[in-house]
């Protein structure tokens, strides 16, 4: 059944309402002034938000309120909608407006083909905004359609920094060094077992609010976008995931485990599920770079988007909370650029391009860890030559000598992540 124009009518002007009430946190986001975009990253993770600034920067560069049509393709009121009913906003805006629109589209990922009528708007010389929380629209074929005219930028929740800012925390130079690092440190520990998601901040009873994400996050995102039948399945796949989050995993060691409990799945299924969380932004994915490339494909290590998802699985375990913690930091700078290493000892994080390494451990105070975990940056530094290594812990610094004059230098969480 189609969308009704009266309907779109409806939505475009509660989205200039929106537009204008809104209370915004200004996250460090620089838009082009003729550009388009595509933003895409996990449910929650603020893109929104994202839109809501663009909107607001908009109406500050002289822009009329009325120019805005702001519509959620999340909108129960929209759950039938198809491709064809693209064209109805238009009209409905015509109907209502004498103003050239700027569009900002949210979750138009629910609609399949949203790409060709985004391409379309482009040519009409539109201006157009979009979110999405797949990371299929970032694909190879999406961008072939859309014909270069947008530029996609993956969107996260909080940096801790955007955490404590958002909190009114803003660190002075040395705050490392007076009395400001113990509130720094304490925020650290929410952030490090709530994670970063805006809205989350709002809440008392974090774990149910994150449960509640995470629940619609499977149906919507994983399960119906995919038409996975076997949901145990995939649960158990990701709870598996969530245990192993430090170390490499194979495809069929999961598939093996999950059959160890008497529930059906393959190695094919699981490389599926697999596939469709990293689709849905939730999982990031890290390949070895001392494999060849079938080892590479079929052994990684999965780190969680957010540390409030992955706390959902975990209780009382600091080391894979401090590693997840660190790999999606480095992953918002690095994204396909960043490794694991393994071959004989095992780095945590490598940049082959920047020539840089990081170990997370939560304390060195053990000598046979501080031991292993040394041991293997030297070795790496040995066939690398790197030129940055660095010993993220949870409240440690120290400078430890290697060849060449250089360090390694261990450095507490908090100021690694506020560098």
């Not at 039938?80 to 979750?107: G, H, N, R, V």
């Not at 699981?270 to 849905?280: G, N």
């Amino acid at each position: 059944m189609a969308v009704a124009k009266e309907v779109f009518r409806l939505l475009i002007r509660e989205g200039q309402e929106t537009i204008r009430d809104v209370e915004l946190y200004d996250r460090p986001f620089e838009f082009e002034d003729h550009g388009r975009y595509v933003l895409v990253g996990v449910r929650q993770a603020g893109k929104s938000y994202m839109l809501y600034k663009r909107a607001r920067q908009l109406l500050a560069q002289g822009h009329q309120l009325e120019e805005l049509v702001y519509i959620d393709f999340d909108d129960e009121r929209l759950l039938e909608m198809t491709y064809e009913d693209f064209d109805t906003i238009l009209q409905a805006y015509m109907s209502a407006y004498q103003y050239k629109p700027i569009f900002l589209f949210d979750e138009i990922q629910n609609i399949d083909g949203w790409e060709h009528f985004a391409r379309r708007l482009a040519n009409q010389k539109y201006t157009v905004y979009i979110t999405g929380s797949n990371a299929r629209m970032l694909s190879r074929d999406i961008h072939t359609t859309l014909g270069g005219r947008f530029t996609d930028e993956k969107i996260y929740p909080y940096s801790f920094a955007e955490y404590l800012g958002a909190q009114g925390i803003v660190p002075g130079r040395e705050w490392a060094f007076g009395s400001e690092r113990f509130t720094v440190y304490q925020m650290l520990e929410q952030y490090m077992l709530w994670g970063g998601f805006p809205e989350l901040l709002l809440y008392r009873n974090k774990r149910r609010w994150l449960n509640d994400v995470y629940e619609k996050i499977l149906l919507n995102d994983i399960i119906l976008r995919n038409r996975i039948k076997n949901e145990m399945a995939l649960r158990m796949t990701l709870k598996r995931l969530a245990e192993s989050v430090t170390k490499p995993i194979a495809y069929n060691r999961i598939a093996n485990l999950i059959k160890g409990t008497g529930t059906s799945t393959t190695t094919a299924s699981v490389i599926q599920y697999v596939e469709a969380a990293k689709d849905a932004c939730v999982i990031l994915a890290l390949e070895n770079y001392a494999s060849k490339f079938v080892g590479r494909e079929t052994v990684k290590k999965h780190y969680f988007v957010d540390n409030g998802l992955l706390s959902i699985f975990l209780t009382g375990t600091e080391s894979p909370l401090l590693e997840n913690l660190c790999a999606v930091h480095l992953f918002r700078k690095y994204e396909d650029r960043l490794y694991y290493y393994s071959r004989n000892s095992e780095v945590d994080f490598y940049v082959p391009d920047e020539k840089y390494a990081v170990q997370a451990c939560v304390t060195l105070s053990d000598a046979d860890t501080k031991d292993r975990e040394v041991s293997a940056l030297m070795k790496l530094d040995r066939l690398e030559n790197l030129e940055r290594v660095v010993i993220v812990t949870r409240d440690e610094r120290e400078s430890i000598p290697i060849s060449g004059g250089r360090i390694i230098e261990v450095l507490p969480a908090a100021e690694w992540l506020l560098e």
